[in-house]
């Protein structure tokens, strides 16, 4: 069986599943008596091991089915779910997820399971003499309703489903038995099996199911599949959604009394097969039926609000460069024109620069995904850390929907594990130190995320000891810096500064003693800010302030020197004159004075190095910068432009006062300040 067409659709959605199944382990943990959570573990288990043995990944079947059995002593009430067991199965979930990127990256490594297997075994033969005596209470109860060949698919139904299908139903379920007959000439039975189960995923939950998982899986099984299933659509709806499928020739729908006993139940099933293949309806048919207008005021409940296609990055990519070079073929244009006087030519390209804008606005919008495929692998990070410093922490997410560019998305997660881990094992105390200083002996910190004009913010708060500010200035102090004159402010972001940090001791959680310049140099790269309010013995609030995008800016074209540079307009507050006789010295440093507040002065020719104008009128560009109000005195303006961010290139990549290059319309290339690195 060729399975390599299905792979790309294999490793999107066992990523999906881990996640899904790292998320409700975590809620199961904090509520071991959620069957509804626990059934959806298991679903999303089983079908993880359905996919993982059609594709022909033995090992991570094998290792999914020993998860099973685990799940199967909590469903039967054998085993309790405990914080050791669920830690045992968050381990087996970070062996599956690293044979999914295993085979994602094509590396033929075997990826050792037995150690982890034997544990799984181990917890699920703890219980055997309890199983085996339920087992048998369950055969004496059930022993008089296995009388008939007719229907083996009754005979798999127990009290336990009977009753998640009750609940179900008092939930507001429907329950429908279900058997799909597939064409006598399908050839991969078993990938058409695959496609039945996840079209019936996506709307519900199949509860029992015969040829059984392995059978469906090794192409065991005639031409039919049974099961009993629950979800909110009716039966037309899951009848067309199976017969849409192709080479299925038949689909019995039908819904189950969850009012009859348990053997009326079964006798139902079986009338209902009997029935329904007397008066099947053709394929044909059907179709037929569904091509008619439905009558005024009806509708197809089951058709899809909303629709996506997944998207290669890498066209994405591409479409977002086009997008990029038609701006500056726009600008230049725009400034071609203003050289002649023609109404109609103007007019035209007015049009041209309002569709253009639409696509820019329209690129980008798609370029965004929101900060939850970011944040969702870190409650699990928290408890792991919880148990290993053996502290009590509660981990609280609000604004995972603020949305990023993909770019920022793809680079903020590691300076965010180092924030948090860094929270958790130096912010929060022990539960010890906790109820000594009068706290409530659990911790708790806070990801918070939300958008603030064309700057997306986030923040890692923490209720902890907060920073010892004198602990931090003894270490400046010792390592050659100058803390005189510095505020609390300035010597609490001193940890910040490269090598810089108070840890004597190497540990594993929070990283090797480089302290948070790591954090400081991955945000920075991204053209953002990052910087800490602490209060002592209350804990400490990390501010990451990020663009939006970091593809199309909105940009304020200056002269320094004889040259044309740009600054972001996210950066900039406001424009004043510039007067010489404005300037003040204090600490040895520039000042003005503007609206009663001291502002430190940059001239920003000095700092890049270049001659300075002997003539004409200066001003001075007000940016604001986390905190601080800084003003950059620049030769002139040039107005205002959209601005289409370039890397620099490998020579010029080593000049931190430069966030890009870009390229206007007179061909020229201008390069693009980093106002954080200015200041």
């Known amino acids: 069986m060729d399975t390599s067409q299905y792979l790309s659709m294999f490793l999107e959605e066992s990523i999906d599943n881990l996640q899904t199944l790292n998320e409700s382990l975590l809620e199961l943990e904090q509520e071991p008596d959620n069957i509804d959570k626990l059934n959806e573990i298991f679903r999303v288990a089983h079908t993880i091991k359905g996919m993982a043995a059609t594709m022909g990944f033995n090992e991570m079947a094998e290792l999914t089915h020993k998860m099973e059995d685990v799940l199967s002593q909590f469903r039967d009430g054998n ?25 994602s990256e094509g590396i033929d490594e075997t990826v050792e399971v037995d150690h982890i297997i034997e544990k799984l075994q181990s917890i699920a033969n703890g219980s055997e003499e309890l199983v ?14 296995v009388n008939s060949e007719q229907s083996q698919f009754k005979n798999q139904i127990n ?95 039908d819904n189950v009394n969850v009012n009859l006993k348990k053997e009326e ?127 009590d922490i509660d981990f609280m997410i609000k604004g995972q929907d603020t949305e990023l560019d993909r770019t920022v998305i793809d680079e903020i997660g590691e300076p965010l594990i180092h924030l948090i881990r860094n929270a958790a094992d130096h912010g929060i105390e022990s539960r010890e130190e906790r109820i000594k200083a009068g706290k409530n002996p659990t911790g708790t910190i806070r990801l918070i995320a939300y958008q603030e004009g064309t700057k997306a913010i986030i923040k890692v708060q923490d209720d902890g000891a907060g920073i010892d500010v004198e602990k931090v200035r003894a270490k400046a102090n010792k390592v050659g810096i100058n803390t005189d004159g510095m505020n609390e402010s300035d010597i609490k972001n001193l940890i910040f500064a490269q090598g810089f940090s108070t840890n004597e001791v190497v540990t594993d959680i929070s990283g090797r003693g480089v302290g948070m310049d790591v954090v400081k140099t991955k945000i920075s790269s991204l053209g953002g800010l990052v910087d800490v309010i602490s209060e002592d013995g209350k804990g400490s609030i990390f501010t990451i302030t990020l663009p939006l995008t970091l593809q199309i800016i909105q940009a304020l074209l200056v002269k320094i020197g004889q040259e044309t540079m740009a600054i972001s307009l996210g950066y900039i507050d406001r424009v004043i004159d510039f007067e010489e006789n404005n300037v003040m010295k204090t600490d040895n440093k520039e000042v003005i004075v503007y609206n009663d507040n001291v502002i430190p002065l940059v001239r920003v020719y000095e700092k890049l190095g270049l001659e300075k104008l002997d003539s004409g009128k200066q001003y001075i560009v007000i940016v604001k910068v986390g905190e601080k109000t800084v003003g950059l005195l620049v030769d002139g303006l040039l107005g205002q432009q959209d601005t289409v961010i370039k890397p620099l290139g490998k020579t010029l990549k080593g000049l931190k006062e430069y966030i890009g290059a870009t390229i206007y319309g007179d061909g020229l290339v201008t390069l693009i300040l980093d106002v954080a690195a200015l200041i």
């Open 79 to 103: 085993l309790r779910v405990t914080q050791q067991v669920v830690t045992v199965l968050f381990k087996c979930l970070d062996t599956l997820e690293q044979m999914v990127n295993n085979i």
């Open 159 to 253: 009290e336990y489903d009977i009753n998640v299908v009750k609940q179900a139903v008092d939930k507001g379920f429907n329950a429908f038995y279900i058997k799909v007959v597939l064409d006598e000439n399908t050839l991969l039975k078993s990938a058409r099996a695959f496609l039945i189960f996840k079209s019936l995923e996506e709307c519900g939950e199949i509860i029992k199911c015969m040829p059984s998982a392995d059978d469906l899986e090794s192409e065991n099984f005639d031409f039919e599949i049974e099961m009993i299933y629950l979800t909110t659509k009716n039966n037309e709806e899951i009848y067309d959604i199976l017969m849409d499928i192709s080479e299925v020739d038949k689909v019995i729908v």
């Open 132 to 145: 085996e005596e339920k087992e048998i209470q369950n055969e004496n109860i059930l022993s008089d309703s």
């Open 265 to 391: 139940i079964e006798k139902d099933i079986k009338d209902e097969v009997k029935v329904k293949e007397e008066e099947e309806i053709p394929k044909v048919q059907k179709q037929e039926v569904a091509k008619q207008p439905a009558k005024k005021g009806e509708s197809k409940k089951h058709k899809k609000m909303h629709q996506s296609v997944r998207v290669d990055l890498e066209r994405l990519d591409k479409f977002m460069n086009m997008v990029s070079e038609l701006v500056i073929h726009r600008t230049r244009l725009e400034q071609i024109s203003s050289n002649y006087k023609l109404a109609e030519l103007n007019e035209t390209l007015e049009q041209v620069a309002r569709t253009t804008s639409d696509l820019q606005d329209l690129v980008m919008k798609i370029r965004m995904l929101p900060l939850e495929t970011v944040f969702n692998r870190f409650p699990r990070m928290v408890r792991d850390l919880s148990v290993e410093l053996n502290k």
